[in-house]
């Protein structure tokens, strides 16, 4: 019967991306069908994250004029908008800064940043005074009264952010200068749930194993083309970096990400990032429960390097906490849409191909609370509706787990600790 309906718009992909954007359409009462090519949603990417909600200061050491610190901080200025009616949104406005209500979406924990100090790298050392005095501002920042996104550009960087913090690296006595950041860990399955609930009680419909194979477009409609069927519709949202780079010819960048879950995390251990001037020595840690760590570190543009670079991390952490044990690995697939010059994206896209074709791409899970409200500006030229209705939270089984999670219950179910 599905197959002879004609839905207001298809969106292709059952990731973060397409399912942020069906929520948001379905706000508006508009007719949305979800297709996803795997059989739970959340599968790809979006199941192999490292639930880390990044408030931007993590980029500031990048050279990009503060264009991703801004996105970032614009993306909890639309969390704040168009999310807060959710009951587990629990991320809460201050006078200074953010802070964590109940048990919900984002954990209260801070993720420590850990600058490498490198005494003879001058150049090193005022990019992380920068950053530190960046994390200063970010963290006093007055979200009851201003909005952040727009608020860092170069203008409100001083030239003294760059200088002030080197006398005390020249001081340090330990290796890593340590700053508690903005930056928080979530709990990404009870967000997408509480998304997925929202559309359903709002209309949407979900076919999932159903890859869709092509797209036809003509005058009045545009069809959706899968091995058993095709779907009609007046629109739709590629929101699929394999489809899209296959019907669009984009080029979209494959950056593999080795992490490793581990077992025994000191109960004293944070969250935390190694940030240094060779980003090879980068590494991180996000705590999950029960002892349990997600360990990583950068992403690598050649799958040849994943083996020797994933022991590389293990070592580092054992050196750190000597008891953990590892539960398992696996690579994590990032998938970029690059613009000329770049070597790297975090940032979002949101294309019209054509009057009826459109496609998102998305650079961190964390900007999908911004790039959901643009693509419903872009397409209706209005501000997306603020509230929605969301009654029942009982998890819903097509979602899937997030891999570290499959991980541990693979190991515990193997040891009989059920």
Request: charged residues 25%; proline residues 3%.
């Given at each position: 019967?599905?197959?002879?309906?004609?839905?207001?718009?298809?969106?292709?992909?059952?990731?973060?991306?397409?399912?942020?954007?069906?929520?948001?359409?379905?706000?508006?009462?508009?007719?949305?069908?979800?297709?996803?090519?795997?059989?739970?949603?959340?599968?790809?990417?979006?199941?192999?994250?490292?639930?880390?909600?990044?408030?931007?200061?993590?980029?500031?050491?990048?050279?990009?004029?503060?264009?991703?610190?801004?996105?970032?901080?614009?993306?909890?200025?639309?969390?704040?908008?168009?999310?807060?009616?959710?009951?587990?949104?629990?991320?809460?406005?201050?006078?200074?800064?953010?802070?964590?209500?109940?048990?919900?979406?984002?954990?209260?924990?801070?993720?420590?940043?850990?600058?490498?100090?490198?005494?003879?790298?001058?150049?090193?050392?005022?990019?992380?005074?920068?950053?530190?005095?960046?994390?200063?501002?970010?963290?006093?920042?007055?979200?009851l009264r201003r909005r952040a996104g727009s608020e860092y550009g170069r203008s409100r960087i001083r030239l003294k952010y760059s200088l002030d913090k080197i006398y005390e690296q020249l001081n340090a006595k330990e290796e890593f200068l340590k700053k508690t950041s903005p930056d928080?860990?979530?709990?990404?399955?009870?967000?997408?749930?509480?998304?997925?609930?929202?559309?359903?009680?709002?209309?949407?419909?979900?076919?999932?194993?159903?890859?869709?194979?092509?797209?036809?477009?003509?005058?009045?409609?545009?069809?959706?083309?899968?091995?058993?069927?095709?779907?009609?519709?007046?629109?739709?949202?590629?929101?699929?970096?394999?489809?899209?780079?296959?019907?669009?010819?984009?080029?979209?960048?494959?950056?593999?990400?080795?992490?490793?879950?581990?077992?025994?995390?000191?109960?004293?251990?944070?969250?935390?990032?190694?940030?240094?001037?060779?980003?090879?020595?980068?590494?991180?840690?996000?705590?999950?429960?029960?002892?349990?760590?997600?360990?990583?570190?950068?992403?690598?543009?050649?799958?040849?390097?994943?083996?020797?670079?994933?022991?590389?991390?293990?070592?580092?952490?054992?050196?750190?906490n000597p008891g953990i044990s590892i539960l398992g690995s696996y690579v994590g697939i990032k998938k970029e849409l690059l613009m000329s010059g770049e070597n790297r994206n975090y940032l979002y896209h949101v294309n019209q191909h054509s009057d009826k074709v459109w496609s998102t791409?998305?650079?961190?899970?964390?900007?999908?609370?911004?790039?959901?409200?643009?693509?419903?500006?872009?397409?209706?030229?209005?501000?997306?509706?603020?509230?929605?209705?969301?009654?029942?939270?009982?998890?819903?089984?097509?979602?899937?787990?997030?891999?570290?999670?499959?991980?541990?219950?693979?190991?515990?179910?193997?040891?009989?600790?059920?």
């Amino acid at each position: 019967m599905m197959a002879n309906k004609k839905f207001d718009w298809i969106i292709v992909g059952g990731g973060i991306a397409g399912l942020a954007v069906a929520e948001m359409l379905c706000r508006e009462g508009i007719k949305v069908l979800l297709l996803e090519k795997n059989k739970k949603i959340a599968s790809e990417t979006s199941k192999e994250f490292h639930e880390w909600l990044h408030s931007g200061t993590l980029y500031t050491l990048v050279p990009d004029d503060m264009k991703t610190l801004r996105y970032l901080l614009g993306a909890t200025d639309d969390l704040f908008e168009y999310y807060s009616t959710f009951d587990n949104m629990n991320l809460l406005p201050s006078e200074e800064g953010v802070v964590v209500g109940r048990k919900g979406w984002f954990n209260n924990e801070r993720i420590e940043y850990r600058y490498k100090v490198r005494k003879l790298n001058p150049f090193w050392m005022s990019l992380v005074s920068r950053s530190s005095n960046i994390i200063d501002l970010v963290s006093k920042h007055d979200w009851l009264r201003r909005r952040a996104g727009s608020e860092y550009g170069r203008s409100r960087i001083r030239l003294k952010y760059s200088l002030d913090k080197i006398y005390e690296q020249l001081n340090a006595k330990e290796e890593f200068l340590k700053k508690t950041s903005p930056d928080l860990t979530m709990n990404s399955r009870l967000l997408i749930n509480d998304l997925l609930s929202s559309a359903l009680q709002n209309g949407l419909e979900i076919v999932t194993d159903s890859a869709v194979l092509d797209i036809k477009e003509f005058d009045k409609s545009v069809y959706a083309v899968t091995e058993k069927r095709q779907y009609a519709t007046k629109n739709i949202a590629i929101c699929s970096p394999d489809l899209l780079a296959k019907l669009m010819n984009v080029k979209i960048k494959i950056g593999y990400a080795p992490i490793a879950v581990a077992d025994n995390v000191p109960e004293n251990e944070k969250s935390f990032v190694e940030l240094d001037y060779y980003p090879k020595s980068c590494i991180n840690l996000l705590r999950k429960n029960n002892g349990v760590g997600q360990i990583g570190g950068i992403s690598l543009n050649k799958k040849k390097d994943v083996d020797s670079y994933l022991e590389y991390l293990i070592n580092q952490h054992k050196i750190r906490n000597p008891g953990i044990s590892i539960l398992g690995s696996y690579v994590g697939i990032k998938k970029e849409l690059l613009m000329s010059g770049e070597n790297r994206n975090y940032l979002y896209h949101v294309n019209q191909h054509s009057d009826k074709v459109w496609s998102t791409v998305l650079g961190k899970f964390s900007l999908a609370f911004s790039m959901a409200p643009e693509f419903f500006r872009r397409v209706f030229k209005k501000n997306p509706p603020k509230t929605t209705n969301l009654k029942d939270t009982g998890m819903k089984k097509i979602v899937s787990v997030t891999s570290w999670q499959e991980l541990v219950d693979k190991k515990r179910y193997q040891n009989g600790n059920n």
